[in-house]
């Protein structure tokens, strides 16, 4: 079991820099990697980052690479996801998400926050 919170979205202009926060807090979540997804009305939700268990791992969507990056502190139960150089495409609530394979599929997972706005004009 697992609760998770995610906060840090808002309303940014093109350009400008986000740290999204995902505070997971459950018995074997610091034994899991840790994922972000995103979705935009309409659209399924799509994979962004994920992060093994201990940290040393990151891995992202190819389409992600070079503006998003993953870390977590386990001292803290906290996930974050900061993302550079917003565009106005980047606009979607994004998720958090834990489960053992740190899968890029959203189906395979059955802990989710409620998830962060994030609104990038142009």
């Known amino acids: 079991q697992a609760n998770l919170v995610e906060s840090g979205g808002g309303l940014v202009q093109a350009g400008a820099s986000l740290r999204l926060s995902c505070l997971a807090t459950?018995?074997?979540?610091?034994?899991?990697?840790l994922t972000w997804f995103r979705q935009v009305p309409g659209k399924a939700r799509e994979f962004v980052a994920g992060?093994?268990?201990?940290?040393?791992?990151?891995y992202y969507l190819d389409s992600m690479k070079g503006r998003f990056t993953i870390s977590r502190d386990n001292a803290k139960d906290t996930v974050y996801l900061e993302i550079d150089s917003l565009r106005p495409e980047d606009t979607a609530i994004y998720y958090c998400?834990?489960?053992?394979?740190?899968?890029?599929?959203?189906?395979?997972?059955?802990?989710w926050g409620q998830g962060t706005q994030v609104t990038v004009s142009s």
């Open positions: 998400a834990v489960g053992p394979q740190g899968s890029m599929y959203a189906a395979q997972y059955e802990y």
């Open positions: 459950g018995p074997s979540v610091k034994k899991f990697p």
């Open positions: 992060i093994s268990w201990n940290g040393a791992t990151p």
